[in-house]
């Protein structure tokens, strides 16, 4: 069975601190993405990651693959408010989705 | 632009009633079409996915179906609910290539009372 492992399950960090979220995966496959949820609302893509090695930013996330470890990671910069939501990743087998269980992210003025 | 439309946003039903939700992709053809589930405060569930019409996987064995009458249309469905159907259901589309995320809609909370 495929499983798709996050953690932490929920993070409270302060305003300006780092923190990074990990994702661990137990299939082969070099597909990882990442996604944005807020309370009540859908799920939004934040980043694909196409390879071993790939490494992506936008504003103050950043998410990278390591295919070998089977683990993504998506490390926050200098948090502030805006960024409080759950994060999921997801992996790609086949033409199947699998979801991770989810980081819940709160930051705190 | 592609667009996924998911109706209804909220749903109340009793026990024992009937379900079928729907979703519609436009701005896009042979799209590669998802539901999933979200009890709360959980991970999303893959409940059926399907790549073409007349083509639909199931993941889990339950009292759901899945219909894709028309290429970009998909169903979800149930002749009779049960309280562990509550949950937030999500209706998605990808390209199929290995290359593009998934798409979601806006959701159907459901609650079975």
């Known amino acids: 069975e495929l499983k798709v492992e996050q953690n932490p399950l929920f993070l409270s960090m302060q305003e300006g601190k780092n923190y990074t979220i990990y994702c661990n995966y137990s299939?082969?496959?070099?597909?990882l993405y990442w996604y944005r949820q807020d309370p009540g609302k859908s799920l939004e893509s934040l980043f694909v990651?196409?390879?071993?090695?790939a490494v992506k930013q936008e504003g103050r996330l950043m998410a990278s693959l390591d295919t070998k470890a089977r683990l993504s990671t998506l490390h926050i910069t200098a948090a502030v408010h805006d960024l409080s939501a759950t994060y999921f990743c997801?992996?790609?087998?086949?033409?199947?989705?699998?979801f991770g269980t989810g980081t819940s992210l709160t930051v705190i003025p | 632009s592609q667009t996924i439309h998911q109706w209804p946003a909220t749903l109340v039903q009793p026990v024992g009633s009937p379900l079928s939700l729907e979703c519609t992709v436009e701005?896009?053809?042979?799209?590669?079409l998802y539901w999933y589930r979200q009890a709360a405060g959980r991970g999303l569930q893959l409940l059926f996915y399907?790549?073409?019409?007349?083509?639909i996987s199931s993941e889990v064995p339950q009292n759901l179906s899945a219909s894709r009458p028309q290429d970009r249309q998909f169903i979800l469905s149930s002749k009779k609910l049960l309280l562990s159907d509550s949950g937030f259901y999500l209706c998605?589309?990808?390209?199929?290539?290995?290359?593009?995320?998934?798409?979601f809609g806006n959701g159907t909370r459901l609650t079975v009372t």
């Open positions: 998605a589309w990808g390209r199929g290539g290995r290359n593009s995320p998934l798409h």
């Open positions: 299939t082969t496959s070099d597909r």
């Open positions: 990651l196409l390879s071993n090695g």
């Open positions: 997801a992996v790609l087998t086949g033409n199947q989705f699998y």
């Open positions: 701005g896009t053809s042979n799209p590669n």
């Open positions: 399907s790549i073409g019409i007349d083509q």
